[in-house]
């Protein structure tokens, strides 16, 4: 009888009750057919009942599942030579019938062991969240907006040409696509323009953390120069007990980090101002 991996299908047929796990298959009821091709296949058939298992030659008139597949690919599953996933997208092998119940199948026996056989090593796995020190050059256009929040100050630049006011700023204006080398000072404080307030949270792309809720974020109408069209919004978190009284055009104030250091987090949240 043909070898695979010097095992034969018969081998791993022939131990299936002595590997069968009767605590992993309380209340289950199925018949597994197997139908295996080639070399050294055959037709079997696994019957599960009352935490109880049978094994017969040939395969049963009524099955739960059949899974037909090559010799070489039956021992090399069993073995774990080969990957249950990798073979099922190829094609390799075919399931006819309750597909939860072929899943369910593979916990119901211990791996199958021969003496003498090749083994795959045992896959080790190792949770963990890597920490990379990194540093990222801002370039002068946004460097100058973090150095102003390191000074608790908002800093936008100015469109020579429209007068549009950019925050946070950037080196192209946005409407008339020229450079902007001109910086000019906005708020602290502002109006608010909008409240959008958020009942699920998803973790924070920055720290991985996820926010207590609710929570809001505002959309801010910083004081400063030039007209009010011509100014844009600025966006951050509102302070939480303020969610509930907020209303257009409250005049609300920045709540700075009692260390800033030229970061994202040197700014809290804005508040009511009273």
């Not at 796990?21 to 295996?36: H, N, Q, S």
């Not at 916990?107 to 003496?115: I, P, T």
Request: some cysteine; overall charge negative; charged content about 30%.
């Amino acid at each position: 009888m043909a070898e695979y991996y010097g095992v034969t299908v018969e081998d791993i047929f022939n131990t299936m009750e002595e590997r069968f796990r009767p605590d992993k298959a309380e209340g289950i009821d199925m018949t597994i057919g197997y139908d295996i091709a080639g070399e050294g296949g055959g037709k079997w058939t696994i019957t599960v009942k009352d935490q109880t298992c049978s094994v017969k030659k040939g395969l049963a008139s009524k099955c739960t599942v059949v899974m037909r597949m090559a010799a070489q690919n039956f021992v090399g599953l069993n073995l774990g030579k080969i990957d249950a996933v990798s073979i099922f997208t190829a094609g390799k092998v075919k399931i006819e019938g309750d597909m939860e119940a072929a899943g369910t199948s593979a916990k119901l026996f211990k791996r199958f062991k021969a003496e003498g056989a090749e083994e795959a090593e045992e896959l080790i796995r190792l949770k963990c969240v890597p920490s990379i020190d990194q540093r990222f050059a801002t370039g002068p256009i946004m460097g100058r907006f973090f150095a102003g929040l390191k000074e608790r100050k908002f800093y936008a630049n100015k469109c020579p040409k429209c007068g549009r006011v950019q925050i946070p700023p950037r080196e192209i204006c946005a409407d008339c696509r020229v450079r902007c080398t001109e910086f000019v000072e906005l708020g602290p404080k502002g109006n608010l323009l909008l409240l959008d307030i958020c009942y699920y949270a998803s973790p924070d792309p920055l720290t991985g953390e996820v926010r207590e809720t609710p929570y809001a974020v505002a959309v801010v109408l910083l004081e400063g120069e030039g007209p009010v069209e011509k100014r844009e919004s600025f966006t951050h978190f509102i302070k939480s007990s303020d969610i509930e009284r907020a209303n257009f055009g409250d005049k609300i104030r920045p709540v700075w980090a009692k260390e800033c250091t030229g970061g994202f987090d040197d700014l809290l949240y804005f508040e009511i101002e009273d």
